[in-house]
């Protein structure tokens, strides 16, 4: 019976090929690749995605440093889900960035003793990166259940949503997103083989032969694919929706009523009343726009695999384009922040100043140092010229 091998390459799904059960190099890379693939796949893997997680890693440490070092910072409306939100893309960004660029790097990908112990690692590092982005997709999920429940049901949302509900939804959602990313350790083994041309053996990745652990990857496979992209897309959709439609009620009725009182004070009120509502969704809606336009081509990418296999030059082109929005989706959150809160923008000024202040504070103990010897220095000398003077005097 043959085997099952799966090859990594520049996504993170992978073509199952049947090879004998003497495992060898030349029955696994029969694959011929052009060159522009080729090219595209290292600027893909080592160039941009590299970059973009270095990027995204110092957006999410300044974001939480944001939210953590101003107490004012804790009134903001689902405090905690954001903060949990730039842990995981944080984490995401790392590991997902170890799986796919090292492979990427000839070097690397040629040093057997790079290979066995990477090989023995990767499939945990998959997981690690698959649990939190999909734990990213929920938590933002979760945050748009908070706002929908605050201005679709306001009188009742004073129960669920509490910060004791908020820390449940994150545990939860990244329990459900760790149960849902197991697959790769369980449904795949780490085999040598041997490469003719170097003779050298080298560590693959290969598909259980047992029958019930491929179906079980082929499930959570598509189970993942519906859960964390489709049926959030959704969701989202449907939820936003109908907080857009309430608030632009709200504001219809709060006109009306105005235009009815005729009270110029009353008037004023209900319009700031109207713009804090807004700017405490702006954010929400800000993160829900770049969850639709990065985490939605994963779907149609993964189709594409089925369709045209791992290495087809339009799958292949699509797949690295997709892999980027998602790099993207983890890394701009803060920027969004900046661009539609005005509030988080002065949040961020004042951290900014603390850093610069406690940076300037590392260079005052020396300067006072300095300035405590120059002045206890100038004390001895005037005792020793009031001691002089004493003497002549005598």
């Known amino acids: 019976m043959d085997e099952l091998i799966t090859l990594e390459g520049a996504s993170q799904s992978e073509q199952i090929i049947g090879s004998h059960d003497f495992c060898n190099f030349s029955n696994i890379t029969h694959h011929e690749h052009d060159e522009q693939s080729i090219l595209i796949v290292w600027w893909s893997n080592v160039a941009v995605l590299p970059i973009i997680a270095l990027i995204g890693l110092a957006c999410n440490l300044l974001n939480m440093a944001v939210l953590t070092s101003n107490k004012t910072a804790r009134r903001i409306p689902s405090w905690n889900l954001l903060i949990a939100l730039a842990i995981c893309d944080s984490l995401f960004l790392i590991f997902a960035t170890l799986d796919v660029t090292p492979l990427s790097i000839p070097s690397l990908a040629f040093s057997t003793s790079f290979n066995h112990f990477y090989s023995r690692v990767v499939l945990y590092i998959r ?46 959602a990244v329990f459900v997103s760790f149960l849902c990313s197991i697959q790769w350790p369980l449904a795949y083994d780490t085999i040598r083989c041997f490469e003719s041309n170097s003779n050298e053996y080298y560590y693959v990745i290969l598909m259980s ?30 939820m936003n929706s109908r907080i857009i439609f309430t608030l632009r009620r709200v504001v219809d009725e709060d006109s009306r ?3 009815e009182t005729k009270l110029s004070d009353g008037l004023i009120q209900n319009e700031a009343h109207n713009n804090r509502t807004m700017r405490a969704n702006a954010m929400l809606f800000a993160v829900v726009f770049m969850l639709f336009f990065c985490v939605g081509p994963q779907a149609p990418a993964r189709l594409l695999f089925d ?25 701009l959150n803060f920027c969004l922040y900046c661009v539609v809160s005005k509030r988080y923008r002065t949040l961020m000024k004042q951290t900014l100043k603390k850093l610069l202040h406690k940076l300037e504070g590392v260079d005052r103990p020396f300067q006072i140092s300095l300035k405590q010897t120059k002045s206890s220095s100038a004390h001895v000398t ?10 002549q005097n005598v």
């Open 257 to 259: 009523r105005d235009e």
């Open 127 to 172: 997981t690690l990166a698959s649990t939190f982005y999909k734990s990213s997709v929920l938590i933002v999920v979760a945050f748009n259940i908070e706002r929908y429940l605050c201005v679709v049901c306001p009188l009742n949302s004073h129960r669920w949503c509490t910060s004791r509900n908020s820390k449940n939804a994150i545990a939860t």
């Open 382 to 391: 005037s005792l020793e010229d009031h001691h002089a003077h004493l003497i």
């Open 307 to 331: 369709i045209y296999g791992q290495y087809h030059p339009k799958a292949i082109l699509y797949v690295c384009l997709s892999q980027q929005l998602v790099f993207l989706n983890a890394s």
């Open 209 to 238: 032969t047992n029958r019930a652990l491929q179906i079980y990857y082929r499930t959570m496979d598509y189970i993942s694919l519906f859960a964390f992209n489709v049926l959030p897309i959704l969701a989202l959709l449907y």
